[in-house]
């Protein structure tokens, strides 16, 4: 039982760039969150899904595409990466049943934009 | 005003020392409250939910009160490896699925 797994662990990218940040959970949990950290702050939320099929936006979508890929998976897309995005990104899971909302991370991505 | 607020500290106790730390919320109709402990550079992990009637587990204490909209967590007994940041977080209201996180009470515990 992995959890909440996350790829890439490090990631270094120009401006301009794009990239997809990937999230799976093997705890047969409806919603997956991702949100980013950035230093000093608390998190943020960009997007979530509260279940499969469905994505709705958070705090600081700009800038940000996700893909609730099926019930395990949930990837946060980078089009066109600028420096302000520089930042630890973390996916989250929870149950909407039993213990509702209890979010459980993945190790995060760190994320550093030139 | 920020949805959740949160006294940033740091606190800075000594080992054995009972240390409290409250959050705010502005929205009345939130349903869900957490504290969530992160060290440094590692992701949040739950501590504990909190329930209406108050809760603990073990040396933490978590307490709401609906009618002034705040949480509050209280360790006893502190250790050293009790030292990290400790996140207030508050779901409901409208979108039952969308978290609030305040930005976090540091606590450095010394010996």
């Known amino acids: 039982n992995a959890g909440v797994t996350q790829t890439p662990k490090f990631q270094v990218l120009k401006t301009g760039q794009s990239m997809t940040l990937q999230c799976a959970q093997d705890m047969n949990h409806n919603s997956m969150y991702w949100y980013r950290q950035d230093p000093g702050m608390g998190l943020r939320l960009i997007y979530y899904s509260a279940s499969e099929g469905t994505t709705d936006k958070g705090e600081v979508p700009n800038g940000y595409n996700v893909s609730r890929l099926n019930k395990r998976e949930f990837s946060l897309r980078l089009e066109s990466a600028a420096p302000s995005q520089t930042s630890v990104y973390f996916c989250?899971?929870?149950?909407?049943?039993?213990?509702?909302?209890?979010?459980?991370f993945g190790p995060g991505t760190r994320l550093t934009v030139t | 005003r920020k949805e959740v607020e949160q006294d940033p500290g740091p606190f800075n106790v000594p080992e054995g020392a009972t240390v409290a730390f409250n959050c705010t919320y502005s929205n009345s109709a939130s349903q869900s409250f957490f504290w969530y402990r992160q060290d440094c550079r590692k992701e949040p992990k739950l501590l504990m939910s909190v329930y209406s009637s108050g809760n603990e587990d073990g040396r933490f204490t978590a307490q709401l009160n609906r009618a002034s909209q705040y949480i509050s967590l209280l360790i006893r007994d502190s250790k050293l490896s009790d030292s990290a940041t400790y996140l207030c977080v508050v779901n409901g209201g409208t979108n039952a699925g969308k978290s609030t996180f305040g930005d976090g009470t540091t606590l450095t515990v010394k010996p």
């Open positions: 989250a899971s929870s149950s909407q049943t039993g213990a509702p909302y209890e979010q459980y």
